[in-house]
């Protein structure tokens, strides 16, 4: 039977929570005095929480956090993934002090942080949407089947300026370092749903040497994997095979998700989410 939903007269807060060092993040925050459980959700590298129109009618069960991290959507700083995990907790124990079992979700990198997320605080499932578990094999995977063009034009196609970029020789330490390249692109990105103060930095920040979760992927249970049609960011076949080694692993194979980014379909992908058996 399917759930019954709120009235839509629920709506989001919008906040912004000084995480110290003069760093704040734009949240979205749902407190509901019934709430058996605490979700949270964090967006895709270079996201905006808003773009996923996750409706307060699905929440009936649950309070809710939409957490923008560092540089994305109205947040400051730059993005380094390990103050984020650290911001991330922060936000989970301010927000849900009723100590509510915790449903983590992350869509692509915010993904990766919700894993990482899970080895720090207790949740009862974590919900991730085409997650990228390895940030390098992210952008070599891109490099091999031609679809880098969708980063580089994130960051103002900064290869057609630095030949190097065209391929994956950047990705090395060494060469990163030898043709210092943290300094040859020092400009800054300022865009409606993600800020980057610095790109160099953001690179070597991400992908120098980068990161790896599928140790965090294995450790973590019950997990549920959401697959779109077609994926140019991260090879799916990674995550299936982790997923098949994982006893309390459920990979959902989402038909009318034609890409990486699921667009057009969050609101059906929620609908699955919350109305089915998947949060029951």
């Given at each position: ?67 923008n991290p560092r540089g994305h959507g109205q947040s400051t700083g730059q993005y380094i993934p ?43 499932k974590v919900i991730l949407f085409s997650p990228i578990l390895d940030s390098v094999k992210s ?142």
């Amino acid at each position: 039977m399917p759930k019954k939903l709120l009235s839509n007269q629920h709506k989001w807060q919008h906040e912004f929570i000084d995480v110290g060092k003069n760093i704040q993040l734009e949240i979205l925050s749902f407190q509901n005095s019934d709430a058996q459980k605490f979700f949270f959700f964090l967006p895709c590298m270079m996201g905006n929480v808003r773009a996923y129109r996750l409706s307060t009618t699905f929440l009936k069960d649950f309070s809710a956090v939409l957490i923008n991290p560092r540089g994305h959507g109205q947040s400051t700083g730059q993005y380094i993934p390990e103050k984020v995990l650290e911001e991330v907790l922060k936000i989970i124990a301010i927000k849900n002090k009723e100590n509510l079992p915790i449903i983590g979700s992350g869509h692509s990198g915010g993904g990766a942080v919700a894993l990482m997320a899970a080895q720090r605080t207790k949740m009862e499932k974590v919900i991730l949407f085409s997650p990228i578990l390895d940030s390098v094999k992210s952008l070599k995977y891109m490099y091999d089947i031609n679809s880098i063009h969708e980063f580089w034009q994130m960051l103002d196609n900064p290869e057609k300026k630095h030949s190097i970029l065209k391929s994956p020789e950047w990705l090395s330490p060494n060469t990163w370092q030898k043709y210092h390249l943290k300094e040859k692109l020092s400009y800054a990105i300022n865009r409606k749903n993600y800020r980057i103060p610095h790109v160099g930095q953001f690179l070597e920040n991400c992908f120098i040497p980068g990161f790896q979760v599928h140790n965090e992927f294995l450790s973590t249970k019950p997990l549920d994997i959401f697959l779109p049609k077609e994926d140019l960011w991260f090879p799916m076949e990674i995550t299936e095979n982790l997923a098949s080694q994982h006893p309390f692993a459920q990979v959902y194979h989402v038909a009318e998700a034609k890409d990486h980014f699921f667009k057009g379909n969050w609101s059906a992908i929620w609908k699955q989410v919350f109305c089915s058996t998947i949060l029951t």
